[in-house]
Every structure is written in C-alpha cells, then in structure tokens.
Nanobody, 120 residues
Framework: VQLVESGGGLVQPGQSLRLSCAAS????????MGWFRQPPGAERELVAA????????YYADSVKGRFTISRDDVKKMVYLEMNSLKSGDTAVYYC??????????????WGQGTQVTVSS
C-alpha cells in the first residue's frame, strides 16, 4: 500500500491550492477516501471524505464551502481543492482510505503528507 500526497505550498490568505494523492497497492475504487490534516502541535483530524461510489461527501465544519474533494478511480487519485485559505488551514495534509461510518482511517500506513502553509 502506498499513498503519495503532493501539491502543498506556501500561500497567502484567500488564495487556493489543489492537493493530489496517488494511491496504489489496494483496490482503490472499492474504498471511500478521505483527507486528513495535522496542524502544528495538534492531533490529526479529518477534513473531507468521499464515498467509494463517488456519491456522498463529508466536510468538517471548518472547511465547508471552501474545500472540495474529488476522485478519479481510473487514475487512482483523490484530490482536495482548497479555496479561500486561512491561516488556520496551515497543516500537513494526508490522504487515507476511510470508514465513513466512524470517520476513521482504515489503512495502517500513511504517506509523507504535503505541507500547506497559509501566511501573509
């Protein structure tokens, strides 16, 4: 199993970023996928998730209306479009397969994550 996140960077408040996650080693199309983030000095938290059918989605209250999760089952990719970024979005972002009933990650291994820093 391998998860490789990319697309992070340093942006100013109000700007946008698009994160990508390349997945391999498991039947991607059969799993719901989620984006998690870990702010400095804080625990990892779920910010967005999408059902394996591409149907229902979940967003944390803090990102609703600003972030959009999407997936491409052919490419085995999951994306996170982040708009109107705030300093509070600063964190390392990770993807993982997810149990949508409990909103917890399924795969035991995590990628290296991608750093998002929002600062003026």
């Amino acid at each position: 199993v391998q998860l490789v996140e990319s697309g992070g960077g340093l942006v100013q408040p109000g700007q946008s970023l698009r994160l990508s996650c390349a997945a391999s080693g498991f039947t991607f199309s059969m799993y719901s996928m989620g984006w998690f983030r870990q702010p400095p000095g804080a625990e990892r938290e779920l910010v967005a998730a999408m059902q394996w059918t591409g149907g229902s989605t979940y967003y944390a209250d803090s990102v609703k209306g600003r972030f959009t999760i999407s997936r491409d089952d052919v490419k085995k990719m999951v994306y996170l479009e982040m708009n109107s970024l705030k300093s509070g979005d600063t964190a390392v972002y990770y993807c993982n397969a997810i149990d949508l009933k409990r909103n917890v990650a399924i795969l035991p291994s995590w990628g290296q994550g991608t750093q998002v820093t929002v600062s003026s």
